[in-house]
């Protein structure tokens, strides 16, 4: 067959092809070139220590994770090894084969010989697993294939996908005796879509398949060069990450200056490593603040000021509750949009966050949050602490996915049994196994006590908190508050103690817990129970207080007139404080025992 292009549509494979024991491969151009000495390249400019040259006479595994990696990648590739010297190039597209001589270092290269190319035909994978490689080394070589070329496969996930460990075994020493007989570097490129999960530990454990494997991957508007393994002017390096950036002008990747180290990728060196940038609230009445510190004034500066930063660490502010959301969509942005090493940083400095909010922040992407009560000497030595930190967590890229399973139902307050239920379920459903604790409370109602001075003496502030009541007890969900903080809510919830309003109190915080007490409410409403909607809607917000039960009230509020049966709860009365096991129990009076 004459010389052809890679593209099917120039010169169609012969018939039987398929069924050939020795022709899976359709030859593109059977000239030979000398071998060169000149090193050859691996496509990526600027990488220190040797990093950036492909190593002959072993294998080399090169790993595109993403599309746009192997776009900017594998070209780049071509386009060194062409220059080093003669290439012989498998490919399994014609469309891509193409696609590469269009570029006109290696259409000029394919012209004069020193790119040969092949495509894979339909079953060789087949006989790959029946016979290994040897089959397609000897039609290489016959159709072409000196030791003075460089060989590269790509893609070579099709021939090593579905082998068995022997099978694999087998192709492993095939490869590494067809290495030790080229003078030129023996590549395996592998394209996306891929599972690295699957693929990485298959080359690095498997008969010692591949001693250099090398995997790019797309970070935010940058890429990183992740090295499981290979071997460089300074020693072997393993699991090595080097931050790379697009140069558009000559459409190839440059190292930007950042190394990773570690499985858990550990900063090694950054040009802003040491940068700080912070919104000028989070620094707000500090002394000592470093001079070298970069202070922006809001959110939108801070958007800014670090749309360039690769392994800065940026201060935010946490703000007020009615903050949170633009707090959150900014910590969400940069993680996107900035490099892994960034550390985003959130200050509690005037009000505090609910745990829910917390936890989504940091599911969001921001590295650490900062409680108020901690002292800004011992926020810079966190700071100091996290600067080598690369982020670990799986941000959604998309925003309203990744808060909705953090935040509660937009509902507070009194509901309607059937309304609780459902509203509680919904909330255990959708914060099921992402860490977040809740709690739901029933408070058996003093016999004295009406149901509405109880459900009326609640007021619920914050979205989740949620109360309904049946025939005995009050109900109340707590979102996102862990056991340990259960009685300080309930305090905070209830405008008198719960001694004057409650006989006993069971909590739980367990999962199954708050649906096994929720099922038994749900059981009841097959019996009816009241809604009080209508009444607690229209009721003032007033309390009453039961005759029998002393109130101690704060000097700085005046006496209650003789005839009171209510008092007000605008500002809350200050009560003094008697837990519900050790109820005090009302004594006669001095004058009757006269």
């Avoid at 780049?76 to 399994?92: H, I, K």
């Avoid at 935010?316 to 960034?342: M, Y």
């Avoid at 509690?348 to 009560?373: D, F, I, M, P, W």
Wanted: with cysteine; hydrophobic share 45%; glycine share 6%.
């Amino acid at each position: 067959m004459s010389s052809a292009s890679s593209s099917p549509r120039k010169g169609a494979p012969p018939a039987g092809l398929v069924r050939s024991a020795l022709r899976w491969l359709r030859p593109a151009s059977r000239k030979d070139a000398a071998a060169g000495a000149t090193p050859t390249r691996i496509g990526i400019e600027g990488l220190p220590d040797g990093v950036g040259l492909v190593p002959p006479h072993v294998p080399v595994s090169l790993v595109a994770a993403d599309d746009s990696s192997a776009a900017l990648w594998f070209p780049a590739l071509v386009e060194d090894a062409v220059v080093a010297g003669p290439v012989a190039l498998v490919a399994s597209s014609a469309a891509w084969a193409d696609g590469l001589l269009q570029r006109p270092a290696l259409q000029a290269a394919y012209r004069a010989g020193r790119l040969q190319m092949w495509l894979l035909a339909p079953g060789l994978q087949a006989e790959v697993q029946r016979h290994g490689l040897a089959p397609l080394v000897e039609e290489l070589e016959r159709t072409g294939l000196q030791p003075g070329h460089a060989l590269y496969v790509c893609d070579a996930q099709g021939l090593l996908s579905g082998l068995s460990v022997a099978e694999l075994a087998r192709v492993s020493r095939q490869l590494s005796a067809l290495c030790r007989e080229h003078l030129r570097p023996v590549v395996l490129g592998f394209f996306p879509p891929l599972e690295p999960e699957v693929l990485l530990p298959a080359l690095r454990n498997l008969c010692q398949m591949s001693m250099h494997i090398a995997t790019l991957r797309t970070e935010a508007d940058r890429w990183s060069l992740g090295l499981e393994r290979w071997n460089t002017d300074a020693g072997a390096l393993f699991q090595t990450a080097f931050g790379l950036l697009h140069d558009g002008a000559r459409d190839r990747l440059a190292a930007d200056g950042t190394r990773t180290r570690g499985a858990v990728r550990e900063l090694v060196e950054a040009v802003d490593q040491s940068e700080v940038i912070a919104t000028r609230a989070s620094v707000d009445g500090q002394r000592g603040v470093p001079g070298h510190w970069r202070i922006v004034d809001s959110l939108a500066d801070m958007e800014v000021a670090a749309a360039a930063s690769v392994a800065a660490t940026v201060l935010i502010d946490a703000g007020q509750a009615s903050d949170f959301e633009a707090r959150a969509r900014l910590v969400h942005h940069l993680r996107l949009s900035r490099p892994l090493t960034l550390k985003i940083v959130v200050r509690e400095n005037v009000g505090k966050l609910r745990t829910h909010s917390e936890q989504a922040l940091l599911q969001l992407g921001a590295s650490a949050v900062v409680y108020k009560e901690v002292g800004f000497s011992r926020l810079l030595q966190l700071l100091q602490d996290i600067n080598a930190q690369s982020h670990t967590r799986n941000v959604h890229p998309d925003y309203e996915a990744a808060l909705d399973s953090f935040m509660p139902a937009r509902e507070r307050g009194y509901q309607p049994p059937a309304q609780f239920c459902a509203l509680v379920r919904g909330m255990l459903d959708r914060t099921h196994g992402i860490g977040l604790s809740h709690s739901l409370v029933r408070l058996t109602v003093l016999a004295q006590i009406p149901h509405l001075d109880a459900l009326g003496a609640c007021r619920t502030s914050r979205d989740g908190d949620l109360f309904t009541a049946d025939h005995g007890s009050v109900y109340v969900f707590l979102f996102a508050c862990r056991e340990p903080d259960v009685e300080l809510a309930l305090h905070r919830l209830f405008t008198l103690p719960l001694t004057q309003l409650f006989a006993s109190q069971a909590t739980d915080c367990s999962d199954t817990g708050i649906r096994a007490m929720a099922g038994h409410l749900q059981e009841s409403l097959r019996k009816g129970l009241p809604d009080y909607s209508a009444f607690l809607d229209n009721r003032p917000p007033q309390v009453v207080a039961p005759a029998n039960v002393a109130v101690t009230l704060s000097p700085d509020l005046p006496a209650l007139p003789a005839d009171a049966s209510a008092v007000h709860v605008a500002a809350g009365p200050s009560v003094q404080h008697r837990p519900i096991a050790r109820r005090a129990v009302p004594h006669p009076s001095m004058r009757s025992m006269a």
